[in-house]
């Protein structure tokens, strides 16, 4: 069996465990590296996503608690990151670090309403 690292072109010995999928530790120990890096960059990634979210709610806090969804679209909030959801006043609260937000339909038009976390 070849190993699964991409780099390799290396059979798999024998004297290797019957499941292995590198050739040696040093593939193995190359892949995980490889995908260490990239689960970091994901979180990374999403952590500034959830980050900027929370500066933007932040600031409009300041301007009162309910905006239009589409002002909010037009700052570049991105909708699909948080920390956690919950249900609050029978609306579903998506939760960033100090703010949270949660989007209800008043008359046709997307409203979002900003709640701070009380520490």
């Known amino acids: 069996m070849k190993c699964a690292r991409e780099q390799c072109d290396n059979t798999i010995p024998e004297s290797r465990r019957s499941d292995a999928k590198y050739c040696s530790d040093k593939c193995y120990r190359g892949e995980k590296r490889m995908r260490d890096s990239q689960d970091y960059a994901r979180r990374l990634e999403s ?38 959801i919950a249900i609050i006043d029978n609306e579903m609260v998506y939760f960033m670090f100090d703010y949270g937000y949660s989007i209800r339909t008043v008359k046709g038009n997307d409203i979002v309403r900003i709640w701070e976390i009380e520490k």
Not at 70 to 77: A, V
């Open 47 to 84: 952590y500034t996503k959830i980050k900027l979210n929370n500066s933007t709610l932040s600031v409009l806090s300041r301007l009162g608690c309910e905006h239009p969804k589409q002002g909010l679209d037009n700052l570049g909030f991105n909708f699909s990151s948080c920390l956690d």
